[in-house]
């Protein structure tokens, strides 16, 4: 909320993607009066139950390494889809080469709090209307989650993207901006 008492701007439509989903369903619970909408894209409630056994190997690969590039490849592949990588070679080059370039710190500290929280008992109460929406192929987030997930919200809406992973508004940005833009409008 800092960033938007510094912008002047007191209430926002708030977009969140994977870990961004996760920190839109804290503000929604923390910040109520100041989250309009909620459009939460490939995310989770709760930490997964495997949630040390998955981030474990990946935080010591980059420890050891001192970069992220060990992961870069594998975390790319689980984000986009091989058809997507044939027909885009460049996004996906430049979107890997991203992965690869972050602080290790930053990816390290995003793991340990991915591992660490759990809102679902609690999104009943969130007053903000709530669209969940997923690539259908999304390893991270399934379509059966995220329906569930939207069902936890009070007037929960779902929606899908077939054939995309986990980060749809890449793989399918018209479609992704058609729903987003779509929700929005509904709420002004």
């Given at each position: 909320m800092t960033v938007l008492d510094g912008l002047g701007?007191?209430?926002?439509?708030?977009?969140?993607?994977?870990?961004?989903?996760?920190?839109?369903?804290?503000?929604?619970?923390?910040?109520?009066?100041?989250v309009q909408s909620l459009m939460l894209c490939d995310t989770q409630t709760q930490s997964p139950a495997d949630a040390a056994t998955r981030w474990g190997p990946r935080i010591e690969a980059v420890l050891k390494a001192g970069s992220l590039e060990p992961i870069a490849d594998a975390t790319i592949g689980r984000w986009l889809t091989e058809n997507f990588r044939k027909k885009n070679p460049g996004r996906w080059?430049?979107?890997?080469?991203?992965?690869?370039?972050?602080?290790?710190?930053?990816?390290?500290?995003?793991?340990?709090?991915?591992?660490?929280?759990?809102?679902?008992?609690?999104?009943?109460?969130?007053?903000?209307?709530?669209?969940?929406?997923?690539?259908?192929?999304?390893?991270?987030?399934?379509?059966?989650?995220?329906?569930?997930?939207?069902?936890?919200?009070?007037?929960?809406?779902?929606?899908?993207?077939?054939?995309?992973?986990?980060?749809?508004n890449v793989e399918q940005p018209e479609a992704f901006n058609r729903v987003l833009l779509k929700w929005l409008a509904a709420r002004k």
């Open positions: 701007i007191g209430s926002c439509h708030f977009v969140g993607l994977s870990i961004g989903g996760m920190i839109g369903q804290s503000l929604g619970l923390r910040h109520a009066g100041r080059k430049q979107i890997r080469d991203t992965i690869a370039g972050c602080a290790p710190t930053g990816y390290i500290g995003c793991a340990q709090a991915i591992g660490n929280f759990n809102f679902t008992a609690r999104l009943g109460t969130v007053k903000a209307p709530t669209l969940v929406v997923c690539g259908t192929d999304d390893p991270s987030a399934a379509p059966a989650e995220s329906r569930h997930i939207a069902s936890l919200f009070r007037g929960g809406s779902y929606d899908d993207f077939p054939g995309a992973r986990h980060l749809p």
